[in-house]
């Protein structure tokens, strides 16, 4: 065995997969076209891989919409509402709902942007083997001459994330699970006479207890030994796995697969794996990242590895699947040369791969000579990129290394005072999180104008039409602070990346996201800084068209860089912080063009957490910091918003407080207050807006239901501190929906005021 790749992306370098699932799903196509197209797509990245030089091939890690379902379908782990239904009806109903049941939660993979269905499991479940997929799989790869290993996620990770409908503790399901695990094995031993398995235990990752440490040696005591045929490999990413390695090392499994590149504190476990003889299969090419890998240094980083493990039981491996990456730069027609020279997808990785693991073993001179051109090219790419001046900015940095405002000037218990006289709201002030409907008209005059159909006129006019219907609507439903609605945006995150510096925008650069849904995240590869002003003049025509308050709307440096390709010379804090002085120009103009009120969204704040516990604190300094930096420039009468995704905030709270922001909207509105509690108990001061209806459904809420709601985060926090909004953005809604919402949200509050 020598070079290895943990797993490959599977929606098709044209997304073919993605075209024949919503064909079927729309009833346009049989479910035998989607057969068919993943067959080839199955056979294209195989090929793909032995070409490259890939020793051992994965299957299974093939799926028609996710891993984790397809392994809660191997195991017969079905929910009670989906039974009674088969194959391809069964799967697309656990994944997407039918018009009887609702579809399976789904969630983010680790701190990736790829989400899994979380499956569902009850102490009374029954589970049952159907291998089918995987088997059929295996064989499909046999006959077409590809040397495969099968990819399964392992017992724990699935349990760790999958949740119990009747409460209690996954774990306790282990010994039900475990022998469905051995049956699949010994299945898998009949195929051949040696099968090589890659068993995932991502979550081995984490800061794992020692109930949880402790179920490790068991398990895989007894997986290792369900056949003499099997070779047993347990793959760990996105993180170092240093307790678990040092208990699978003592169990009969073949080897391990590290990430070196995330986990690089890996080299910790060295001593023991070197001790134990086991393979190891050292991650150094990046899976989740765009970057060339500097391949001279990952040889270095290989040959110091040597040092410990005996060269014989090491080889070359990504550090993660593939599946995070887009798949070829073949189509990339329009990226600038330099931008490109600097970039490498799932299938560029194929070839560093095999290049740093022909090097390792045998010497450049093993090399072919196209390994040879890549090699060159690489090493001087490599050079240009510590050098380029499309990367580095000078006055970037210096701007970073000057002494800016870190902060605002006056402490919020003043800055409030000063703004309730400014602004004179009535309590439980009413507002939205930004984003109106994002209507078919809209996308299209977008659409439109970026392939240059309309022109820039007849774009703003029919933008500003837009803005002027949406203010209307929102007097005449009398909210109090209004919002423009966000229609020149397709995305929160794009939208500022397209204007800023330092960006780059890839025309195939597709990943995954869930399903069918893929998204092509914007490329960071330089010194990021704001050539003018981005929203300044669609806010100011909003604010020309009311009386009211106009909030300006921005994103935050956390949610641009977790939705980004971030580049990977530099510190990601470093990166934070050139985005958070770009966010603080145009706060600074906002607030200069008269704007009174800003809200800077940090979406994803907590999806930036890192997996473990002893980086949390670094990585809260960091992006705390930035976003006091992006509003360091608001003066004390301009007011300071900001929105978060989600709800849990407990292990999170004073870091919140800390980024002092006047007020914070929230996604609570599926909880009742329950989840508001923790603001009162640690005696949070500043204002907040927990939604009051959820906007991930179609359904309208009744103005008695947004009474009830509202009353009850009365019981939790004062109505001085409370406002009154959705709890997230409505551009996914339709206005059908929105408006009557909004006019029972705001005829809730009217209500509730007058009792107060
Ligand atoms: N302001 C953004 C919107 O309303 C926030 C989106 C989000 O929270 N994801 O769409
Ligand atoms: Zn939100």
């Known amino acids: 065995m020598s070079s290895y790749v943990v797993g490959f992306p599977r929606i098709g370098e044209k997304r073919e997969l993605k075209f024949a699932l919503e064909k079927f799903w729309s009833g346009k196509e049989s479910f035998d ?41 191997m195991l017969g782990a079905i929910p009670e509402r989906f039974r009674g239904l088969e194959n391809e009806e069964l799967y697309f109903a656990m994944a997407r709902g039918n018009k009887d049941a609702v579809a399976m939660e789904m969630t983010k993979w680790f701190n990736t942007n790829y989400h899994y269905i979380v499956p569902e499991l009850t102490l009374n479940d029954t589970y049952k083997l159907n291998a089918t997929k995987l088997i059929n799989e295996y064989k499909e790869a046999k006959e077409q001459g590809i ?88 793959a760990t990413y996105f993180e170092h796995s240093n307790e678990a390695n040092k208990i699978l090392v003592k169990t009969p499994i073949t080897g391990l697969i590290l990430d070196f590149i995330h986990g690089i504190d890996n080299t910790e476990s060295l001593e023991a794996i070197a001790q134990s003889g086991k393979k ?93 051109d890549i090699l060159e090219n690489n090493i001087e790419a490599n050079k240009t990129r510590k050098t380029a001046d499309i990367i580095h900015d000078k006055a970037v940095q210096d701007r970073v290394n000057s002494n800016f405002a870190k902060e605002r000037e006056d402490k919020f218990e003043d800055r409030i005072e000063v703004q309730h006289k400014t602004f004179n709201y ?62 020149e945006r397709n995305d929160m995150v794009e939208y500022f990346g397209e204007q800023l510096k330092g960006f780059a925008f890839s025309q ?24 003018k002003a981005m929203t300044v003049d669609w806010i100011t025509y909003a604010q020309s068209k009311t009386d009211r308050v106009m909030k300006g709307m921005l994103t935050g440096p956390v949610t641009i860089l977790n939705w980004s390709f971030v580049r990977d010379d530099i510190e990601r ?56 930096i992006c509003v360091a420039p608001a003066k004390a009468d301009t007011q300071i918003h900001t929105h978060m995704c989600y709800s849990e905030f407990n292990d999170i709270i004073r870091t919140i407080e800390a980024m002092d922001a006047d007020v914070i909207s929230i996604e609570t509105a599926r909880s009742g207050n329950e989840l508001l509690k923790i603001f009162a108990k640690i005696g949070y001061k500043q204002e907040v807006g927990p939604g009051v209806y959820d906007i991930h459904s179609p359904r309208v809420p009744s103005k008695e239901e947004i009474v009830e ?17 959705p709890d997230c953005g409505l551009k996914t809604r339709k206005w059908e929906e929105v408006k009557p919402s909004l006019i029972n949200m705001v005829e809730a509050v009217k209500e509730v005021r007058s009792k107060l």
């Not at 195929?191 to 794992?208: G, N, R, S, T």
């Not at 996201?513 to 590869?525: D, E, L, M, N, T």
């Not at 008269?594 to 002893?614: N, T, W």
């Open 33 to 73: 076209t989607v057969t068919q197209v993943a067959s080839q797509l199955k056979k294209r990245h195989w090929n793909y891989q032995k070409e490259a030089g890939v020793d051992l091939i994965s299957v299974n890690d093939f799926s028609l919409y996710d891993n984790m379902l397809d392994l809660a379908v």
């Open 147 to 234: 040397n495969a290993k099968i990819n399964i996620i392992g017992p724990i990770t699935f349990l760790a994330l999958s949740k119990r409908v009747d409460r209690g503790d996954t774990f306790e399901l282990l010994s039900k699970i475990l022998p469905i695990y051995e049956e699949l094995l010994s299945e898998i031993a009949k195929l051949d006479e040696k099968v090589v398995i890659q068993i995932d235990e991502p979550y081995f990752v984490k800061d794992l207890e020692a109930k949880e440490l402790s179920l490790i040696k068991p398990t895989y005591d007894k997986l290792a030994s369900v056949s003499e045929n099997l070779k047993i490999l347990v």
């Open 280 to 372: 190891l299969i050292a991650g150094v090419v990046d899976g989740r990242n765009i970057w060339i890998n500097d391949i001279l240094k990952s040889v270095d980083l290989l040959e110091d590895i040597a040092k410990v493990v005996d060269k014989d039981k090491l080889c070359t491996g990504t550090s993660c699947s593939l599946l995070h990456t887009p798949f070829t730069l073949e189509y990339e027609e329009k990226l600038d040369a330099n931008v490109k020279s600097w970039l490498s997808y799932a299938k560029e990785k194929l070839q560093e791969v095999e290049i740093i693991e022909t090097i390792f073993r045998d010497g450049k001179d093993a090399l072919n000579e196209a390994q040879k």
């Open 426 to 487: 009535p309590t439980l002030p009413t507002t939205t999180i930004g984003s109106f409907p994002q209507t078919p008209e809209v996308r299209k005059a977008r659409r439109e104008f970026k392939k240059g159909e309309i022109s820039k006129e007849e774009y703003e006019n029919a933008m500003k039409k837009y803005i002027d219907d949406c203010v209307a609507f929102q007097e005449e439903a009398d909210i109090d602070v209004l919002v423009h609605g966000e229609p």
């Open 508 to 531: 195939n650069g597709w990943v995954q996201s869930y399903g069918s849904r893929c998204v092509k995240p914007p490329v960071i590869y330089g010194d990021v800084s704001r050539p």
């Open 573 to 628: 804090s470093d990166v934070s912080k050139q985005i958070a002085l770009a966010i603080a120009d145009e706060v600074s103009d906002l607030q200069d063009a008269g704007i009174k009120m800003i809200q800077v969204d940090e979406a994803a704040f907590k999806e930036g957490y890192p997996l473990r516990e002893s980086k949390i604190a670094t990585y809260e300094e960091w992006a705390v910091r930035d976003f006091k």
């Open 709 to 725: 709601q509202i009353n009850k985060l009365l019981e939790v926090l004062p109505a001085k501190q409370l406002w009154i909004n």
